[in-house]
């Protein structure tokens, strides 16, 4: 059978340093293929070859069996090779329908018609969402949908997802998965990028391994195990750093750093109340639309909580009302986003200035700054070693880097500030196993200096592996506390549902 998507002898570089080289790659028709590895093995780079986002370098593009040079996504959309990328691509000043029907329009368009065909398109996909809604307005996991949405409209016969499942929860996972098995039934073929392993070995027919920019593996699904795959991706045998040791003793509460009572913003969050610890970690896990986000993004001054019968935070005993993060960031508190791309760095500044920018930020206000860019280098190299991170170039932009290797920026930009509270927003999403490992050690030593340290995760297994105590959001509001020794997913999962 004639592949409908073969590589032979690839190799993509970037100013001189190749991403990946000589790979020979095929997809059958009908094959959903797992392609894995680490952050900075090469697989978005190899999927965007194929959709048209980056020309070759050397080597030879295949479609159908014919020879074919891509330019653009456009041109990889009209040979019928769709992409979901890991960040969106979605044009946030639009509505949701308009963003499914973008670049597939008719001639004239009635906006109630695209609204009501959109309505009927995203329930036969099982994904609620309204599609009148301006998607600058929706969370990660709703972006995630519409991203899906439009690649399926479009009717693809290769579709390639890049990290689809990082934002979604365990029944949208389901639902999901379910449209990639119809998908499948219709004849697309699909790539799929996770870093996920489970997910891989349950969905893939087969499963393709990169690392260091070549294909070490590549057989059927049946064929590999968890520990046989993280041993093709890294090299080497990892403790198994996603489940970690659960039967640890949680640490000690030190002294209260944040208590929060009654917080209220509009609908989203309900007049909850909750406290931080210093020296410990405190796990916050909900379903989407639970509030948890919001809620944390209201401590740390992102988002305002209503001006009458908004509650009350206190950091260190001491009443604060935060308009803008700024003031947060100077009494110690940082948030790590989950929208690295658009909250978390500066994409077209290097590591060093991005760090550089944190640490400023991080100051009090007054007068004139000298920028010295000999401290920001030494900022940068002492943040790159304690957190690996890895980059082809000391100079290079951060949207350049690996998706584990950004997250790692925005950790180290946002820490240069010295903080008493960290908040981490799914730090480990769209990471591989082994920098999960490594921010999860980072994160341990943090909480093991004395700072008080918050994650939320919508992945349960992070949740037990890290938390000290565990907080669950329902409606708007936190609802159960749970200690660590006795918590289980079930029982994590019954009360953010009921």
Request: hydrophobic letters at 40%; glycine letters at 8%; a neutral charge.
């Amino acid at each position: 059978m004639t592949p409908i998507v073969e590589l032979k002898g690839a190799t993509k570089d970037f100013r001189g340093i190749p991403a990946f080289a000589d790979v020979d790659f095929r997809l059958e028709p009908g094959e959903i293929q797992a392609l894995l590895g680490e952050n900075g093995a090469g697989k978005s780079t190899l999927t965007k070859i194929i959709a048209g986002v980056y020309p070759l370098s050397k080597g030879t593009l295949l479609i159908n069996g014919r020879e074919t040079r891509l330019a653009t996504p456009a041109e990889g959309l009209a040979h019928g090779i769709a992409m979901v990328y890991q960040e969106n691509s979605l044009v946030p000043s639009m509505s949701v329908a308009q963003n499914i029907y973008l670049g597939n329009e008719k001639f004239l368009n009635r906006l109630r018609g695209i609204y009501i065909a959109a309505q009927q398109f995203l329930q036969s996909l099982n994904f609620h969402v309204d599609p009148s809604a301006i998607v600058g307005s929706l969370g990660a996991a709703q972006k995630q949908m519409v991203e899906i949405a439009r690649a399926v409209h479009h009717k693809a016969k290769v579709i390639i997802f890049d990290e689809p499942t990082a934002t979604l929860t365990p029944e949208e996972k389901n639902y999901f998965f379910k449209l990639i098995r119809k998908l499948k039934e219709d004849g697309v073929s699909i790539i799929f990028i996770s870093h996920a392993l489970e997910e891989a070995l349950d969905i893939a027919d087969r499963i393709t391994i990169l690392r260091d920019g070549k294909i070490v593996a590549s057989d059927e699904a049946k064929n590999f195990d968890r520990q046989k795959i993280i041993q093709h991706m890294v090299g080497r045998t990892l403790t198994d750093e996603t489940h970690g040791d659960r039967q640890r003793p949680p640490r000690k509460r030190g002294r209260k750093i944040l208590s929060v009572e009654n917080l209220s913003m509009g609908k989203i969050v309900r007049n909850t109340s909750f406290s931080l610890y210093a020296g410990q970690i405190t796990g916050i896990f909900g379903l989407v639309g639970s509030g948890r986000t919001e809620t944390l993004k209201v401590v740390s001054g992102v988002l305002k909580r209503d001006f009458f019968h908004g509650g009350e935070i206190k950091i260190d005993g001491e009443s604060k009302r935060y308009f803008v993060p700024a003031p947060a960031v100077r009494d110690g508190i940082v948030y790590v986003t989950e929208e690295r791309k658009a909250e978390g760095f500066f994409e077209t500044m290097s590591i060093a200035e991005n760090i550089y920018m944190g640490q400023i930020g991080g100051q009090a206000y007054g007068g004139f700054r000298t920028v010295s860019m000999r401290d920001a280098r030494t900022a940068a190299e002492e943040w790159r070693k304690r957190l690996n991170i890895r980059a082809i170039d000391p100079d290079a932009k951060v949207i350049e880097l690996s998706g584990g290797n950004q997250q790692k920026v925005v950790i180290a930009k946002s820490l240069v500030q010295k903080p008493r509270l960290v908040i981490f927003d799914e730090p480990t999403r769209g990471v591989d196993v082994g920098a999960i490992a490594e921010i999860h050690t980072f994160i341990n030593q943090l909480a093991d200096d004395g700072i008080a340290v918050c994650v939320i995760s919508s992945y349960l297994p992070e949740i037990l592996t890290l938390s000290d105590r565990i907080l669950i959001a329902r409606q708007g509001k936190i609802v159960e506390e749970m200690d660590r020794r006795v918590a289980t997913e079930e029982a994590i999962m019954y009360a953010a549902v009921h």
